[in-house]
């Protein structure tokens, strides 16, 4: 195959191969511990290829499953599932060969398939306690400036990774820290995605989510109601 004289050789190179620098490869994730999308499941990687993913899906169904990853494919035990991990900086895209069986390993509204992402030291599980932790010691001390320096960066940078009850109650948090600073424009905006929700009754929440979601959000749309209220004044 011959390139005209204005395709640079990288680039034919390229596409020769069939892949630019950027895309993502089938092959075993660096060890690790990896987010779902949302924040609703992980993906844990060892270094020997050995991985585990638990993933949570509408109305409290999950999945599990777990085993060894070689040049990028695992093949589940007792299965014809084969599940493959493709790498593209820190995310790992998770796919299956469509097999029947790998639903074996989730409840009715729930997949493991999709987009896995490492966390920055700021987003772990880990980090986001204790910022929350501190955020707390620091609120209750009505030390409010330093309470909402702590907690709003972790809403901001870690929103994609967390999960959406953690980040109902943290945007309530920084929004009464907010209120408290006499911020009430900042205080909505903060609430802003929550406002939908506050505006239905308890009913209204029941009617619109599974009943296992609707049981753990109710409290966070209860408190945004309440924070909404003080902020509008």
């Not at 609120?139 to 967390?162: F, I, N």
């Amino acid at each position: 195959m011959k390139f005209k004289n204005t395709l640079p050789l990288a680039l034919a190179l390229a596409l020769l191969l069939g892949a630019g620098p950027a895309s993502a490869q089938v092959s075993t994730p660096p060890a690790g511990d990896y987010i779902y999308e949302g924040g609703s499941g992980a993906l844990r990687v060892k270094a020997d290829g050995r991985f585990d993913i638990t993933t949570i899906g509408a109305n409290a169904h999950t999945c599990a499953l777990d085993g060894t990853i070689v040049r990028g494919k695992a093949k589940l035990a007792d299965s014809g599932c084969v599940v493959s991990f493709a790498v593209n900086a820190d995310k790992v895209a998770v796919s299956t060969n469509g097999d029947e069986q790998c639903r074996d390993n989730c409840g009715m509204r729930a997949t493991f398939e999709g987009t896995y992402t490492r966390p920055t030291p700021a987003c772990t599980d880990k980090a986001v306690a204790s910022s929350r932790k501190s955020f707390k010691r620091q609120y209750d001390a009505k030390d409010y400036s330093t309470a909402l320096a702590t907690l709003s960066p972790v809403l901001s940078e870690c929103e994609k990774t967390l999960d959406w009850i953690t980040k109902g109650w943290i945007r309530n948090d920084i929004a009464l820290t907010q209120f408290k600073l006499n911020d009430r424009a900042a205080c909505l905006k903060t609430l802003q995605p929550l406002a939908e929700d506050a505006a239905r009754t308890d009913d209204g929440i029941k009617e619109n989510y599974p009943p296992a979601d609707a049981e753990i959000f109710l409290p966070v749309v209860r408190a945004a109601r309440t924070n909404l209220k003080l902020c509008r004044g």
